[in-house]
């Protein structure tokens, strides 16, 4: 029983604890800047009054009106010793009546009105002698077309002559229509949607291939001994730059003929052959070929080589294809204007495409090759051979890797001096890239894999903690204002976004069916092809699907920026007070986000 | 002949699977690993297809050092060797057909395989190799709807694409029943029979192996307790193999 009688040093700790926890409180209040009195200022709660009831009437749908004027002549004040001549009201007409027809300011009157159309509304004005307006209340007629308003009377300067009290019946002609909000809501929402679409296309094709290699369980056995390191760290920027060449030379090349359709048809279809009858020769199987393997192999990259530079001729002859067909479409053919820009635009981003395109495929090319020949080499030959060539090739590898990082230093702070972006990097990337290979065993296997592994992560989490709303920033400047920026934006931030996603989803699978199929002896490919494609399939679309939607609820917000969208159109609109055009457009994006959460589940359901 | 020679496999954080393992296989035996669970079998058979990598020693196959090969030269020799799972391990959200034909893989043509593209002797192949295990009218179905005996019927097939000189079995009927266990083995039997090729098979029951192996190697922590005929496994060599405290069933 004793047990359970706190103690007094339990109770000191709770009340500590308690106190603690105060004040924690009471800081954050201060910091927040919370303050309950202005809730209750009378001032702001008609401001929230009046912004609260526009949010509730989204200006969406308007009618024509005909206006009625009906006027009663007022004094304001009562004239002196004067009778106040009453005009006789057209009782076949609507008319008003008033409870006085004089009064001083702040009196409080009653006007009536007759024959009024049914169920009609509409605003009651005091118009002054010089015809000034000054709204007293709104009127709503009764099932008989009479209403009875009580009114007060403003506060204006004496004047003798009658002034006037006014109703305006307002009648509704004609059927309702969308207004002008509306249509323009009605554009800029459909313009979100195909950001998302387009951001989350975008993003999807260039997240895939980065998920595998930030997929620890697949990176995690890719081991490799310091040549092949060395020596794939020198092929790829050889590469890349061989790529960018080789696309120079061949785009000079094919220049007279890209303007002719005759010669882009020709090119094109001679183009699709030679590939065609290149692949057929590199693919075929080594059982059936009769010379030894090193001519085999040498062969095979040569006609590999051929094959690059086809492909990349038969890329430039398709942009320049579709640029004219869409020129020539937005032309001729009005209604298809927009399949025009499109085939153009396909065409023009092939001027950023296909030298990446090849500078990539290239790079990769000769960097494999290079690191294939720097591991026959450490198979192959014995370790003192091996350590040699690791202190030649390794060096080499790290100068280059730094010199490259001096480049990039230089064109961020333009240094401009060759001593301290060329010769020191080299300098000193030599001798670290020396004491590596000095250090490492010759055939010591290395975790380049997870090296990948680490490198794009980081890369993947910090474009990941940029906000879309802040890369839309730079992209407005690159691009200019307008939805292509948003996208653009959207694009890089799913990039790394579902990266991470897809990534984790590969770590999940089964290792057992990848077992199995590494046993039958396929390559890594085939591996990713056959026993890990199909276990992530379904999950890669179930996120994709989330990501459409995540995308179209930032795209409602990336107009803030200039991004295009609807958010444009949603921050002007608070800018300038209009409370219920901005009430459409909030719920727009309701509705849309609404639909798009219920489509997605939908479709994850049928597919997963 | 499969001959191994001074095995020894340590794992990252040092646990000892396999020491000085030594020991040789014929052409067309059929091989029985008996062990406790955690022995080192399954480490064992996957040194022989460097799906493990051995940390010293040798496997010699034909005169061709396995741990030697380098990457590529493992491909050609991983075509050579079938492998059949204790749960399987095939590709569930594929169809039966598909997963038979990535037996295929270390034959066919890379960039074609890709594309999931099989030359038609392939795909007939495939349909005789699930005949012979008498599923050939499963080949549609996906994977995942067989049950557990059909699936390793389709494992086997999957194995026996790959025009195998030895098959490597871990404890292929130890998620099955009795039954199923004993027409798995026969398939085994027949393939070693008919095709001489080379089982290597770990087992959990002694009367599976007294029924269908030629020959048994026993491991114990990693160790080789006992190399010879499963007739010669008596009471005093099962308690060496599976320690004083077991008792013999089956």
């Known amino acids: 029983m004793n047990k359970n009688k706190p103690s007094l040093k339990r109770s000191f700790g709770t009340a500590l604890t308690v106190v603690v926890g105060i004040i924690v409180f009471a ?154 909000t509306a249509k323009v809501t009605w554009e800029k929402i459909i313009e979100t949607v195909f950001m998302a679409l387009l951001a989350t296309a975008i993003g999807t094709a260039a997240a895939i291939p980065i998920s595998f290699l930030a997929a620890r369980n697949l990176m995690s056995e890719n081991k490799s001994p310091l040549t092949t390191v060395a020596f794939s760290i020198v092929g790829w920027p050889v590469g890349i730059y061989l790529g960018l060449e080789i696309y120079g030379l061949v785009r000079d090349f094919l220049s007279p003929y890209t303007d002719n359709a005759l010669y882009m ?20 199987p080594e059982e059936t070929q009769k010379m030894p393997h090193a001519i085999h192999t040498i062969l095979r990259l040569i006609l590999l080589f051929l094959a690059v530079i086809t492909v990349i001729g038969l890329m430039i002859f398709l942009k320049s294809i579709l640029r004219s067909a869409g020129l020539a479409l937005m032309e001729h053919f009005e209604f298809l204007g927009f399949l025009g820009n499109f085939l153009f635009q396909v065409g023009e981003s ?28 450490s198979d192959k030959s014995p370790a003192s051979v091996v350590k040699i060539v690791n202190l030649i090739a390794m060096p080499l590898a790290t ?40 250090i490492t065993g010759p055939k010591q296997p290395l975790p380049t894999g997870m090296a990948i592994y680490f490198i794009v992560r980081t890369i993947l989490n910090g474009t ?34 579902l990266s991470k996603l897809y990534s984790e989803q590969v770590e999940s699978i089964l290792p057992g069916p990848v077992e199995a199929v590494q046993a039958t002896g396929a ?26 939607d995540i995308n179209v609820r930032m795209s409602t917000i990336i107009g803030f920026v200039g991004g295009g969208g609807i958010g444009f159109l949603l921050q002007q609109n608070i800018n300038l007070l209009d409370y219920r055009a901005a009430s459409v457009q909030m719920l727009a994006i309701a509705v849309v986000v609404a639909l798009m959460d219920y489509i997605s589940s939908v479709v994850r359901e049928r597919m997963v | ?98 997963n038979v034909l990535a037996g295929r893989l270390g034959y066919v043509n890379p960039a074609m395989s890709l ?47 790959q025009e195998p000189d030895i098959i490597l079995a871990d404890e292929p009927v130890a998620s099955l029943d009795p039954v199923l266990a004993h027409s798995i083995m026969q398939y085994l039997e027949t393939i070693n029979r008919e095709d001489g090729v080379m089982v290597l098979c770990s087992l959990h029951f002694l009367d599976l192996v007294h029924r269908y192996a030629d020959r048994a190697i026993a491991l114990n922590k990693g160790r080789l307790m006992f190399d010879g005929s499963p007739e010669e496994i008596d009471d005093e060599k099962f308690k060496e193999i599976y320690g004083k405290e077991a008792e013999r069933i089956g």
């Open chain 1, 27 to 180: 800081y954050g209040v201060k910091v927040t800047n919370v303050n309950f009195e202005t809730t209750r200022s009378e001032n702001r709660l008609t401001q929230l009054q009046r912004v609260i009831r526009a949010l509730v009437r989204p200006d969406i749908i308007e009618y024509e009106t005909v206006d009625t004027i009906i006027e009663i002549p007022f004094y304001l004040p009562c004239p002196e010793g004067q009778e106040i001549e009453v005009p006789a009201a057209d009782t076949s007409q609507p008319y008003l009546t008033a409870s006085e027809y004089c009064g001083s300011p702040g009196d409080l009157i009653v006007i009536n009105g007759h024959n009024f159309t049914p169920h009609s509304r509409g605003p009651i004005n005091f118009f002054t002698a010089s015809g000034v307006k000054k709204q007293l209340g709104n009127f709503e007629t009764d099932g008989d077309g009479n209403f009875e308003l009580e009114i007060e009377l403003p506060t204006r300067q004496p004047v003798e002559e009658a002034q006037h009290i006014q109703a305006i019946a307002r009648l509704r002609v004609g059927s309702p229509k969308f207004t002008e």
């Open chain 1, 350 to 377: 092939g001027y950023l495409v296909i030298p990446a395109v090849s500078a990539l495929s290239i790079g990769g090319a000769i960097g494999s090759a290079l690191g294939k020949i720097g591991q026959r080499i």
């Open chain 1, 464 to 497: 990941r903690s940029v906000e879309a709303l802040v890369m839309a920033i730079v992209f407005v400047i690159w691009v200019g204002i307008g939805p292509f920026a948003g996208s653009l934006a959207l694009a890089l931030h799913t990039v790394a976004a």
């Open chain 1, 399 to 438: 100068a280059l890797l730094f010199v490259l990082v001096g480049g990039a230093l230089d064109w961020f702070y333009q240094i401009n001096n060759p001593v301290r972006t060329l010769y020191w990097p080299a300098g000193i990337g030599g001798a670290i890239g020396f004491i590596l290979a000095v």
């Open chain 2, 115 to 161: 594309l999931n593209r099989f030359p038609k002797s392939d795909h007939e192949m495939a349909i005789r190799q699930l005949e012979r295990v008498s599923i050939a009218d499963q080949a549609y179905k996906r994977a995942d709807e067989l049950s557990g005996g059909q699936q390793q019927r389709v494992g086997i097939a999957r194995a026996m694409m």
């Open chain 1, 523 to 548: 390559n890594h490919l085939q591996t990713i092809v056959y026993a890990i494609v199909p276990q992530i399939v379904s999950p890669y679309i179930s996120f994709t699907m989330y990501r459409w």
């Open chain 2, 1 to 98: 002949m499969l001959e191994i020679k001074n095995l020894t496999k340590v794992y990252e954080g040092g646990t000892q699977a396999l020491t000085d393992v030594s020991f040789s296989v014929e052409p067309g035996e059929f091989l029985a690993i008996i062990g406790l669970s955690g022995s080192g079998k399954s480490t064992l058979l996957r040194c022989i297809n460097r799906l493990v990598e051995p940390t010293s020693g040798q496997i010699i196959w034909n005169g061709q050092d396995i741990t030697a090969a380098s990457q590529d030269e493992m491909l050609r020799i991983r075509r050579k060797i079938g492998m059949i799972f204790q749960h399987f391990n095939l590709v569930s959200r594929s169809k039966v057909i598909t």
């Open chain 1, 265 to 284: 048809v020709l090119g094109i279809l001679a183009g699709t052959v030679i590939i065609y009858l290149l692949f057929k020769a590199i693919v075929k």
